[in-house]
Every structure is written in structure tokens, then in C-alpha cells.
């Protein structure tokens, strides 16, 4: 069963930086194409960063582009996202995914996406 596990949330101020961290099982973090997801009170859930290793590709948001950075350790099977000069509106549950649909201009869920229990950021002004 595929499984992924998140960790990094915290809270911090604005201008600050953060790390997430999903770690999953060696054959999904290989094959599966995963992302960042994150959803704030009272809004829909919306993809944060993605990438895949197989015909590779890498979407970010417009609004954490310059300011986000999504990364993979093969050693660890760990995706990562690192979240720098973070704004109060960058505030919500974060969700590591896989399974997602991929291109540069989209990333999106699926109905077979495997989804992580989610940590929470906030930021304060």
C-alpha cells in the first residue's frame, strides 16, 4: 500500500523559512510523479509544487515561484520543500501527494492520488 508521511510544519514569521519533508517507500518516491498541495481555511485545496522523475518536469505555482523549491533525496526517498521569504497568505495545511497529473503548466490531483495526513504552517505578520 502506498503510503506518504509529512513533517516540517511549524510557525514562524513572516520573512521566515521552513522545510517540509514527505518520506515514502523507495518504489513510489521512483515512480510515482509527487507534489506539494496546500489548503487554508475556507478555501479549496490547490497544488503548491509538483515534479516527476520520468520525463522530467517540475511546476510551481505562481505564487511561490522565486520563493519555493521542490527537491527529491534518493537516498531517503524524501521529497522536500523548502519554503523561503514566507508570507501570512502562505499560511494553510500542507499536503505531500502521489500520484499527480503533471506538466509544466499544471499539476493536479487524481482519484487514485495517495495524500500524507498534512502539517500545518502559519505564518504571522
Known amino acids: 500500500q502506498v503510503q506518504v508521511m509529512e513533517s516540517g510544519g511549524d510557525s514562524v514569521q513572516a520573512g521566515g523559512s521552513l522545510r517540509l519533508s514527505c518520506t515514502t517507500s523507495a518504489e513510489t518516491f521512483d515512480e510515482y510523479s509527487m507534489g506539494w498541495f496546500r489548503q487554508a481555511p475556507g478555501k479549496e485545496r490547490e497544488a503548491v509544487s509538483c515534479t516527476r522523475l520520468i520525463l522530467p518536469a517540475t511546476y510551481y505555482a505562481s505564487s511561490v515561484k522565486g520563493r519555493f523549491t521542490i527537491s527529491r533525496d534518493h537516498a531517503t526517498h524524501t521529497l522536500y520543500l523548502q519554503m523561503n521569504s514566507l508570507k501570512p497568505e502562505d499560511t494553510a495545511m500542507y499536503y505531500c501527494?502521489?500520484?499527480?497529473?503533471?506538466?509544466?503548466?499544471?499539476?493536479?490531483?487524481?482519484?487514485?492520488?495517495?495524500w500524507g495526513q498534512g502539517t500545518q504552517v502559519t505564518v504571522s505578520s
Open positions: 501527494a502521489a500520484g499527480v497529473l503533471l506538466n509544466v503548466s499544471l499539476c493536479a490531483s487524481r482519484k487514485d492520488t495517495i
